[in-house]
């Protein structure tokens, strides 16, 4: 059975209800939820399918006279909402006019409509049709039309939680750093981080090639229990970073070298500090967070999360209360300890058999060269949050400690792959292996959502395979694979 998603929302929803309690996987076609095809797969000559174009069907006379008297009636009830200069700039609707689509536990595919209520997993929902839906449990929405952002490139911090966050930095304050994210600008808000809570900050836009994780900064090799500073010119110098300083009406920083002297130097001298690793600190909460995604591709997290006044409202990891203005999110989703991210469990065993030495290795929430890990897009590539890149043969083995629904992930080939490569995919659950499209033969094109049933499952496997004896496949990338309960 086929389901075109451009059908009625209705009957979507009736079949993934039916669909949601059984065994068999589910694979969404790539691309927005309302281009595509849903597709429940019952044997291995499955398919996936193209989006079908639309087809008009001529309605009766009557039909198309009721249609324009309806339509007169609700255009003069509900005027369109304006948009403000600042939405139009950022290319993103007014709050109240965007359209989302939200993910939930009971249902395959997202619910579209426009978030009215926020807090926790619980979303209240208008719906095209102006039905009201109160979404519990609901673990990933993101805005309508609106392509997800990367990493952001310019002046930024980046956390040890994670966070990377684009703005400025307005000074020091007794061991803490003072922040003004970029997206909240037209607030009074400037955020203050503990230097435990910071990788570290760049002053300046991020040289080509810059690792995302920090801890692979090749400036800051061999400075070990030390603040490290890189300097515009080049220069590195480490030491302990104090507070900021104004005793003479300058504006300069502090830094202690290993000598004892005191080096003061204005913040226009410096490109970027990588802050003492073994002084940070990095606490994951046992109650929901909710990674947010902004216009300007900074990435946030946070817990006890609601919207209230078209403001996100939530606090940071490092305990500080913030608001963000609706307007500028275009995705938040939602983890926890009973339904986490497949990358916060370790594996229980992990298989390689590469082709030839020197090919590389599977790694996690990186590519193995340091960059961030990207997915096949239609137009250009996807950055992803978390996840891994595994080329074969690598086998991963979890085992799940608790009953779970499904399996979800993104899944393609990596962006610089060549066009004939191709790699085998399985997935086995308690040593069974589940049947997927095409055998698992996967191509290059746009990334694939995979949902995989884990009724009573306790051992997952995955599998990236060769495609045939003799053929070398390519490196996969899974994007965000979380585990729903």
């Known amino acids: 059975m086929i389901l075109d998603t451009m059908e009625p929302v209705r009957r979507c929803r009736e079949l993934t209800r039916n669909l949601a309690g059984s065994r068999t996987p589910v694979f969404i076609h790539p691309g927005s939820p309302s281009r595509g095809s849903l597709m429940p797969v019952q044997n291995l000559s499955c398919q996936f399918l193209p989006p079908r174009p639309l087809r008009w069907i001529r309605p009766p006379a009557c039909v198309g006279m009721l249609a324009a008297v309806v339509l007169a009636l609700w255009g003069s009830l509900v005027p369109l909402s304006a948009h403000t200069a600042q939405d139009r700039q950022n290319g993103l609707a007014a709050a109240s006019d965007s359209y989302w689509f939200v993910w939930h536990p009971d249902e395959l595919a997202p619910q579209r409509g426009k978030i009215k209520q926020l807090e926790g997993g619980e979303v209240r929902v208008w719906t095209p049709e102006g039905l009201e839906r109160v979404l519990r449990g609901a673990y990933h929405w993101h805005r309508e039309q609106f392509r997800l952002p990367p ?129 940070a600190r990095r606490r994951l909460p046992k109650e929901p967070i909710l990674l947010v995604v902004l216009h300007d591709g900074s990435r946030v997290h946070l817990t006890r999360f609601r919207l209230e006044d078209d403001q996100l409202h939530g606090v940071t990891l490092w305990n500080e209360a913030v608001a963000i203005p609706w307007s500028k999110v275009v995705l938040g989703s939602m983890t926890s300890p009973v339904a986490p991210r497949l990358t916060d469990l370790a594996p ?28 096949v897009g239609r137009t250009a590539p996807i950055t992803v949050d978390w996840g891994f890149a595994l080329p074969p043969q690598t086998a991963l ?89």
């Open 348 to 375: 229980a065993k992990m298989e390689r058999q590469p082709y030839l030495e020197g090919s590389p290795p599977p790694s996690f929430q990186r590519r193995h060269n340091g960059l961030e890990l990207q997915l």
């Open 151 to 279: 990493f952001p490139t310019g002046p930024q911090i980046i956390t040890t939680a994670g966070d990377r966050l684009a703005g400025s930095v307005e000074g020091l304050e007794t061991g803490r750093l003072l922040f003004q994210p970029s997206a909240v600008q037209q607030l009074p808000q400037t955020w203050k981080l503990p230097f435990s809570a910071v990788q570290a900050a760049w002053l300046v836009g991020l040289p080509a090639d810059t690792p995302v994780d920090p801890a692979l900064y090749s400036w800051a090799e061999g400075y070990k229990n030390r603040d490290t500073l890189r300097l515009r010119n080049g220069d590195i110098l480490a030491g302990v970073l104090l507070e900021e300083t104004d005793a003479r009406g300058d504006h300069t920083w502090q830094l202690q070298i290993p000598s004892g002297q005191i080096q003061r130097l204005a913040p226009e001298q410096i490109a970027a500090i990588r802050f003492n690793p073994a002084l």
């Open 397 to 485: 083995h979890y085992e799940l400690k608790q009953p779970y629904r499904r399996l979800e992930t993104w899944v393609s080939l990596a962006p610089e792959a060549a066009p004939t490569s191709r790699v085998r995919l399985r997935i086995l659950c308690d040593g069974k292996e589940v049947a997927l499209p095409q055998e698992g033969l996967l191509t290059s094109g746009p990334a694939q959502l995979l949902q995989i049933p884990l009724d009573n499952v306790r051992r997952l496997t995955l599998i990236v395979d060769f495609p045939s004896r003799g053929e070398p496949g390519a490196v996969t990338i899974w994007g965000w694979p979380r585990l729903i309960p």
